[in-house]
């Protein structure tokens, strides 16, 4: 259930009245998510989803929903944040942060092919394209410094080969993250969390199509090859035992290079924010998991999840050489 906040039908009436989106027609709740209050709404207009923010502080969310407008307006498929009469993108209602964007058709893929991948990268690719000329910056919030913040707290819940292996990733990210091949990797706007629950597909003349990115609240200022890496550490895994699935990773990073060629930088770094990537699911899974914050609305995810993520990449190391080469990994 993600309705945390009550909105009546009179309420959103006059909220989306006010935004000039039409008379409201449907009002539902929406049973997925778990961080926000989402409602499914249609108007005469078009259907939309209204957001009210349960956690996120009206200081974070500006940098998040002008990153959407700015892509949407580029004409990457991700929700655009309808804006009052003033430009403003971030509203209030029943006391609560409040966005209106544009419903995306279709539905998530939970078990995708090469060929999802393929549309996912080069979309991923035309993304960080689009997002060079957004003139706001946010870091990366869940970066390497939260990491090394959080590490310590989460490692007495750990068994000692867990703490043994937690630290030293973090040594070695921190190794990774002072050598001038790291400074050297081009930057800008990422989504950092473009799982397979945060895109879209539908359905058009019998092929499942792209039809959009969603959920830009882990979004920040990073390098353009860790947000390759995340998706390549979710969409191109064979998700029981963690394991990279080389066709898969070979169609996302070939599509996802067709768009933006990766510099020499991304293709010596590219095993190592691998590693990243996995690292930071493991540390907040683990953190959500040991440490719950108080009344959290928060389901936590298995965090061994990504210890296994990590353990392959530190065993299998993934480079763009063995990825043309598929008999380089063991299945
Ligand atoms: N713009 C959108 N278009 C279509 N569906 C959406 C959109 N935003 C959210 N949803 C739906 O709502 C669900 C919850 O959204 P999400 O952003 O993941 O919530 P939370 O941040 O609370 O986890 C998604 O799984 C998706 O089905
Ligand atoms: N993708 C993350 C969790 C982020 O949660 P979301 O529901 O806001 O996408 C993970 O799998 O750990």
């Not at 961080?35 to 249609?42: A, G, I, L, Q, R």
């Not at 953190?287 to 719950?292: A, C, E, I």
């Not at 999840?305 to 008999?327: G, M, S």
């Amino acid at each position: 259930m993600a309705v945390y906040t009550e909105v009546s039908l009179d309420e959103a009436s006059t909220f989306l009245t006010s935004l000039k989106l039409g008379n409201l027609q449907t009002l539902e709740g929406c049973s997925g998510g778990i961080e926000n209050t989402n409602y499914f709404v249609t108007t005469d207009q078009a259907p939309y989803v209204l957001t009210l923010f349960e956690r996120l502080s009206a200081e974070q969310l500006p940098f998040y929903l002008r990153l959407m407008k700015h892509l949407a307006f580029h004409g990457i498929p991700v929700p655009d944040p309808a804006a009052n009469r003033d430009g403003d993108v971030l509203h209030s209602l029943n006391g609560k942060p409040a966005a209106v964007v544009n419903r995306l058709k279709g539905k998530s893929e939970l078990a995708p092919g090469v060929d999802h991948c393929r549309q996912v990268g080069a979309m991923l690719a035309r993304m960080h394209l689009a997002g060079r000329d957004f003139s706001m910056q946010q870091p990366n919030l869940r970066a390497l410094p939260w990491w090394n913040e959080t590490v310590p707290v989460v490692l007495p819940h750990l068994e000692p080969a867990q703490a043994q292996l937690l630290q030293a990733e973090l040594a070695y990210q921190n190794h990774v993250a002072s050598q001038s091949a790291y400074t050297a990797l081009p930057r800008g706007a990422i989504h950092a969390d473009l799982f397979r629950d945060n895109v879209m597909f539908d359905t058009v003349d019998g092929v499942p199509t792209l039809s959009g990115f969603f959920d830009f609240y882990f979004a920040g200022t990073d390098a353009w090859l860790f947000d390759l890496a995340v998706c390549l550490n979710d969409w191109c895994i064979d998700l029981p035992t963690g394991a990279a699935d080389l066709e898969r990773s070979a169609a996302f990073v070939d599509a996802y290079a067709s768009v933006r060629p990766l510099t020499p930088q991304e293709r010596e770094l590219l095993p190592a924010m691998l590693r990243a990537g996995a690292l930071r699911f493991w540390i907040s899974r683990l953190w959500d998991w040991h440490l719950p914050r108080e009344a959290s609305m928060l389901q936590a995810h298995d965090p061994t999840h990504f210890e296994r993520v990590l353990r392959q990449r530190v065993a299998y190391p993934l480079t763009l050489q063995q990825l043309h080469n598929a008999d380089a990994l063991p299945a």
